[in-house]
């Protein structure tokens, strides 16, 4: 057990809609990074947060937004959703935001139909 | 473009013998590299890292070797058991910039202990 939990652990939704995918990083960890991976890809960074704040930006779509609350968990929204979403999503976190390992949640597993 | 490279799908090993997987990088820019591993249906779980002040790092049966001059490392598991059958992503990440502690991944290899 990494200590990063994530919610749902499956999602199926129709094309068009939108959905929330949450993230609790583990205790004492400032950083939580979202990333993607689709059958075909391997992991792809989408987006990172520290302390709240917004550090960095990968590959994310803008059909896609995410949030770090005051309490550190994250959320990841996707929006006007498409076949081509339907991947693994997982929240890793970390302490710092550099340089170090990140612990990574079981995933998110999202089927678009 | 591929960042990183693991330019082997998959490798297949005898129990008690020794895994060794292999992982290329072209940005000049990254100093920490790391090893995870992941099982069907879980997420990646640490496995071993190392900065680019060193060339190799242990843990138990793992040992990470970095040559920064052929921008490649690689991963020993010595003695290999079945155990370890999942598939091994090597990471990477550099300083400065946008790049902070965000994790570039290769495709992954999956490997096989056979008992």
């Known amino acids: 057990d990494s200590g990063v939990t994530q919610t749902p652990k499956h999602l199926i939704t129709a094309t068009g809609q939108r959905v929330t995918l949450r993230c609790s990083p583990r205790?004492?960890?400032?950083?939580v990074y979202w990333y993607q991976q689709s059958l075909d890809q391997g992991l792809q960074f989408l987006i990172q947060?520290?302390?709240?704040?917004?550090?960095a930006k990968g590959n994310i779509l803008e059909r896609f937004s995410a949030q770090q609350f005051p309490d550190l968990h994250s959320e990841l929204n996707l929006s006007s959703l498409e076949l081509g979403d339907s991947a693994l999503y997982f929240c890793?976190?970390?302490?710092?935001?550099?340089?170090?390992?990140?612990?990574f949640g079981q995933g998110t597993r999202l089927t678009v139909v | 473009d591929q960042q990183v490279k693991q330019n082997s799908p998959s490798l297949s090993v005898q129990e008690g013998r020794i895994s060794i997987l292999n992982c290329d990088y072209t940005?000049?820019?990254?100093?920490?590299f790391l090893w995870y591993k992941k099982y069907p249906a879980e997420g990646p779980t640490f496995l071993i890292s190392?900065?680019?002040?060193?060339d190799k790092n242990e843990d138990g049966r793992f040992t990470v070797f970095l040559n920064k001059s052929a921008k490649h490392l690689s991963l020993h598991i010595v003695p290999s058991q079945p155990g370890d059958s999942a598939v091994y992503f090597c990471?990477?990440?550099?300083?400065?910039?946008?790049?902070?502690?965000?994790?570039?991944f290769g495709q992954g290899t999956i490997l096989t202990v056979h008992p």
């Open positions: 890793a976190s970390s302490f710092s935001g550099t340089n170090t390992e990140a612990f």
């Open positions: 205790s004492g960890d400032l950083s």
């Open positions: 947060y520290y302390n709240g704040e917004e550090r």
């Open positions: 940005n000049s820019m990254f100093d920490y």
């Open positions: 190392i900065s680019s002040i060193k």
């Open positions: 990471a990477a990440s550099g300083i400065g910039g946008t790049s902070y502690g965000k994790l570039t």
